[in-house]
Every structure is written in C-alpha cells, then in structure tokens.
C-alpha cells in the first residue's frame, strides 16, 4: 500500500545538527513532488521545505531558510530533511507528505511523522 | 509568509452544517486555484479533504465542499456527524512558490 515512513527525529542540543528520513513505497516515488511539514506541540501546520520530483527544484519556509536543506534519492525512495543551527523553536513533529499536485501543496499522503526536540 | 487567517473555533450539532473560512491575499488563495482543506484528529497525521478548491479525493465523503470568492476559500461540512469533530487546516499556494497554512479551526460536534 501508499506509504510514507519517517525516522531520525530525537532529542538534540540548540545549534547542533540532525537529518531525518522518509522512506516512501506502494507508488512511483520518482513522480512525485515531496514537502516536509512540522507541527509544534499544541500548535498549527507549518510548511518547511519542497522538492520537486526530479531534484530540480527546491523551495523552503522562512523560518528554515539557510538552515534546511532538503534532497531525495529516487534509487532510494527516499526524502531527506537536514537540519542545522538548530533552534529551541525547531521543536515540533516533522512529516513529509507527497504532493499529488507537483509543488503546489495538496499533499495526499502523509507519513505518520517524527518527533524533532531541541533542548 | 503570514498564515492564512482561519477562525479558532466553531461548533454545530449532529445533522446541522457548518463553514470554516480561510482568508489571505491575492499572493496566495485569491491568486491560484491551489486551495486544500485537511482534517487532523488528535495524535494523528492530518488527511487531504479537499484539493485545488473543490475536489474530493477519493473516499472522502461528499458531505465535504469546497469553494472561493476572491482572497476567501470556504469550507463546508453538511450533516454533522460525530467523527466530523477534529481540527481542520486550509493551505494555498503562493507567489513566492511555497505553501502557507492557515492557523487551524477546532470543530465541536455539540
């Protein structure tokens, strides 16, 4: 079946660094445009990062700019977030999402997310 | 990157509709038919309702509809039902080719 599957994600001083992961299966990974998008606890959906299918192109949050850096291995089915300077307020579940639209932001399947703590 | 300005809260009893709206600019919900809608029960990941303003995916239900009027995109759910309560987020496309979310509306099935 369609599935998004994250990892990576713990506990992690301010200003240092951590990747998390997402690996993809039941459909072609290589069609689709991946986002990332994190939710603090208690809080509201925030958009961080997208690639488009193909690598080509990359778009990121104002919050996440300069610090993230998103890329993905098509051999691979896999998605990956690159986190550094990390800030306390980086706290927050971290999914990615496929987008069924390209880059434009309906994401039909989502991962069941990881938890990314800056403390 | 302003969020998209949602109401906090609304509330309706079983049988009853409702409508949350999702209000931006003319960069972003008024500017592109790249509105979605999506439903988040508590402790789990959120799931597409609607898409680019007014399509249902498959399988959710036609209780759910969609629409615009210029910088406001609406959400409408008809014949409340219990499982309806839940957290609800509108997003659009922007012009600065990134996705902004609204801050979230909490449904309360009375």
């Known amino acids: 079946q369609v599935q998004l599957v994250e990892s990576g994600g713990g506990v992690v001083q301010p200003g240092r660094s951590l990747r998390v992961s997402c690996a993809a299966s039941g459909f072609t990974f290589s069609s689709y445009g991946m986002h990332w998008v994190r939710q603090a606890p208690g809080k509201g959906l925030e958009w961080a990062a997208v690639m488009s299918y193909d690598g080509s192109k990359k778009y990121y949050g104002d919050s996440v700019k300069g610090r993230f850096t998103i890329s993905r291995d098509n051999s691979k089915n896999t998605v990956y977030l690159q986190m550094n300077s990390l800030r306390v307020e980086d706290t927050a579940v971290y999914y990615c999402?496929?987008?069924?639209?390209?880059?434009?932001?309906?994401?039909?399947?989502w991962g069941q997310g990881t938890m990314v703590t800056v403390s | 990157q302003s969020a998209l300005t949602q109401p906090a809260s609304v509330s309706g009893s079983p049988g009853q509709s409702i409508t949350i709206s999702c209000t931006g600019t003319?960069?972003?919900?008024?500017?592109?038919?790249?509105v979605s809608w999506y439903q988040q029960h508590p402790g789990k990941a959120p799931k597409l309702m609607i898409y680019e303003v007014s399509n249902r995916p498959s399988g959710v239900s036609n209780r759910f509809s969609g629409s615009k009027s210029g910088n406001t995109a609406s959400l409408t759910i008809s014949g409340l039902q219990a499982e309806d309560e839940a957290d609800y987020y509108c997003s659009s496309y922007t012009s600065s080719t990134s996705v902004v979310f609204g801050g979230g509306t909490t449904l309360t099935v009375l």
């Open positions: 003319s960069s972003d919900v008024g500017g592109y038919n790249y």
């Open positions: 999402a496929r987008d069924q639209t390209g880059e434009a932001g309906a994401f039909d399947v």
